[in-house]
């Protein structure tokens, strides 16, 4: 009938809305967000342009934001040394990413010197705006021709 039908998912739901069940996807969902493939490349490239970026900025940032990004620095050659040596600690991963947070967003400069397509707000945050007229075509207009 349709009522034990009904009944037996609500059971099913109830078994996957248990709490073990809901850490694992997420913690499968974080696993592959933190996935060595997918930031590694990334972090490396930003990690690798800061010490140049620090030396050339330095006479033009205030003694704090020097320090902060100082120490921004830090935790990415920690996050890079991580994902070298044992790129499945997600535990590590997450911390060191939580962190990295409390000292903002990385230089805007190293991320358009990587991403030069990315435009900036008045905050460092990229723009992410994605609406019909954003200049940025999610496919061409061009013809694709193949030679």
Known sequence: SLEEMMESMMKE?????QKGDADDVIGGMMKQLLSKELMYEPIKQVTE???????ETKDHLSEE????????YQYFQRI??????????????MELLQDVQEYGQPPADIIKELA??????????????????????????EQCHVM
């Open 65 to 72: 934001d020097y320090n902060r990004y100082g120490h921004q």
């Open 13 to 17: 739901f109830e078994k996957m809305g």
């Open 80 to 93: 890079v040394s991580v994902y070298e040596n044992e790129p499945n600690n997600f535990p590590r991963l």
């Open 49 to 55: 342009r800061f010490p140049r970026w620090l030396a």
């Open 116 to 141: 030069p397509e990315l435009e900036f707000d008045e905050d460092g945050m990229p723009k992410m705006d994605m609406g019909g007229d954003s200049g940025l075509p999610l496919f061409g207009n």
